[in-house]
């Protein structure tokens, strides 16, 4: 990634600070973008302070439902490093699960406008800046590649973005930029799992404990772990932006221990 510039939306948590790191260990300079607000900005600060010494790193908040708060962040990318040769396309949320029939509108809406339109904005708005024979990585989830019941929402958002880039890698490839997505099964956060979610986890059970949530995720999965941990997706992500992928266009690259192929 040695003189490459690679944008990364969601950047100030999760998975997306540590695309960022990743990026940045293989030698990019990142533009590292989240929403608007002196929490986000806090948070991409610490961003900033994680990648080794030596890499640039360009903060800047947008919301990705705002295309022209993207492409003031692009402009701002352009003037700084010239052009934009990776974007990642990471910024999502998956909120308030429940049955497709009972989801309220401005749910299934936000989820679609983020998970969905923001991904075609933050596109719209980084590859006028990138050169020939770059590489967009959509970050979806193994909702975008099978029904995922009291999600329809995220699934359908996620579903859709598979679309999107399977186009966009038709539409760009002439220009040899490739257009991949990367497909994260359950991620493990290194903080302990939340009461709900034990609970969710384990109906069965009148007093669940974490390990009996963690073992009702592992069986879960083909590989015996409950998740997978951010490092492994930002790997993911790494490859499809780098060279060593350059024929790799249009696929998608699930990373869910099995998730997908066992249930
Ligand atoms: N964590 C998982 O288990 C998991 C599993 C599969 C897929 N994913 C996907 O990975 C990606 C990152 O998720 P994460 O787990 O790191 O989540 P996270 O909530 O830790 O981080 C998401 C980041 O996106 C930002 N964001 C949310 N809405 C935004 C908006 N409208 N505009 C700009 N930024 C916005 C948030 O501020 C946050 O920094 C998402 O696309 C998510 O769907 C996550």
């Known amino acids: 990634m040695t003189g490459k510039v690679a944008v990364v939306t969601g950047a100030g948590n999760g998975t997306g600070r540590v695309h960022v790191r990743r990026l940045a260990d293989e030698g990019a300079d990142v533009v590292a973008l989240d929403l608007p607000g002196t929490l986000s900005e806090q948070a991409l ?7 080794p ?7 800047r908040t947008a919301d990705v439902r705002d295309v ?9 990318a352009a003037a700084e490093f010239g052009r934009v040769d990776v974007v990642v396309a990471n910024a999502g949320l998956c909120d308030a699960p429940g049955p497709a029939l009972t989801i309220d509108e401005l749910t299934w809406q936000r989820s679609l406008d983020i998970n969905l339109s923001g991904v075609w904005n933050t ?5 006028p800046h990138m050169p020939d024979g770059g590489s967009v990585v959509v970050v979806g989830s193994t909702a975008g590649i099978r029904g995922n019941a009291n999600r329809a929402h995220y699934a359908a958002a996620k ?20 257009v991949n997505s990367v497909h994260p099964g359950a991620v493990g956060s290194g903080r302990p799992l939340a009461a709900e979610a034990i ?14 949530a963690r073992q009702a995720l592992s069986d879960r999965n083909l590989i015996p772990v ?10 993911a ?6 060279d060593e992928s350059r024929f790799v266009t249009g696929t998608e690259l699930v990373v869910d221990a099995g998730l997908t192929q066992k249930v």
């Open 68 to 76: 022209a708060a993207l492409r003031a962040a692009a402009d701002a």
């Open 226 to 235: 409950p998740w997978v941990d951010a490092v492994d997706v930002s790997n």
């Open 237 to 242: 992500v790494l490859f499809l932006a780098c």
């Open 53 to 59: 010494a030596g890499r640039r790193v360009l903060t």
């Open 123 to 127: 596109v719209r708005a980084f590859v």
């Open 45 to 51: 600060a610490e961003t900033a302070a994680s990648v």
């Open 159 to 178: 579903h859709g973005a598979v679309g999107l880039a399977r186009t966009l890698a038709i539409e760009l490839g002439p220009r040899s930029i490739r």
């Open 199 to 212: 609970a969710r986890l384990r109906p069965d059970l009148a007093a669940p404990t974490e390990a009996d």
